[in-house]
């Protein structure tokens, strides 16, 4: 079993949806939570990331993690045709140095 | 400032075939790593470095060396090409010890035939 699962879609909405994405992980020693999102035949580049337990809000985004139930999720409001690419949850410990990725979902917004 | 940069963008290797993957970045980031990414497995950590000279494995190292003798600059030596090896390869860096952002690459397309 991978140390973070997440669902690798593809997953296509309509502009203007909401979008959830969401991943599960095992190990309860990692205290940081991060969504990276990948431009095809581009690098990651981090979007967001959550210390702990709670909400943290970046305009259109919203990042969730449940530790209780080792849940991380995404939410993109409005949802824009920018907003197509992959999607990476991660964790990870301070320095960012050894993360642990999920399978990445691919995401289209269909104009 | 560049970030990260890799070399070569592209690369097709023979089995038994060695290379080395360059990684440089003008950050001047105490931490680096290189991860492999497969469809359906997202980015895998290979080897990972916390500084000039100290260097350690990650989840995937089988079949590959690193070595850091500079800040800037972190090579990954594929030994003896395998066709398992067929990946996409990202160098990513950090500033250090209080960091929560890792940058990375735009990648090294290897494929080994």
């Known amino acids: 079993q991978k140390e973070v699962e997440q669902d690798p879609g593809p997953l296509s909405v309509p502009e203007g949806a909401i979008v959830s994405l969401n991943c599960t992980y095992s190990?309860?020693?990692?205290?940081?939570f991060m969504w990276y999102r990948q431009y095809s035949r581009k690098g990651p580049e981090l979007l967001m990331y959550?210390?702990?337990?709670g909400n943290k809000e970046d305009g259109r985004f919203t990042a969730q993690v449940d530790k209780s139930s080792k849940y991380i999720s995404l939410f993109i409001r409005d949802s824009q045709p920018s907003d197509s690419a992959t999607y990476l949850c991660?964790?990870?410990?301070?320095?960012?140095?050894?993360?642990?990725f999920g399978q990445g979902t691919r995401l289209t917004i269909n104009p | 400032n560049a970030g990260v940069t890799q070399t070569p963008k592209f690369q097709v290797l023979k089995t038994g075939q060695s290379m080395t993957l360059q990684c440089a970045q003008d950050?001047?980031?105490?931490?680096m790593s290189w991860y492999r990414q497969d469809p359906g497995m997202g980015l895998r950590l290979i080897h990972y470095?916390?500084?000039?000279?100290?260097?350690d494995q990650g989840e995937v190292p089988n079949g590959y060396n690193v070595s850091r003798s500079t800040t800037e600059d972190f090579p990954l030596r594929l030994l003896s090409a395998a066709p398992s090896q067929t990946s996409v390869y990202f160098c990513?860096?950090?500033?250090?010890?209080?960091?929560?952002?890792?940058?990375f690459g735009q990648g090294t397309r290897l494929t080994v035939v």
């Open positions: 990513a860096s950090s500033l250090g010890q209080g960091s929560t952002e890792a940058f």
């Open positions: 190990n309860s020693a990692f205290q940081y």
């Open positions: 959550t210390y702990s337990s």
């Open positions: 991660a964790i990870g410990g301070r320095g960012a140095q050894k993360l642990v």
């Open positions: 950050m001047n980031h105490e931490y």
């Open positions: 470095s916390v500084g000039a000279g100290i260097t």
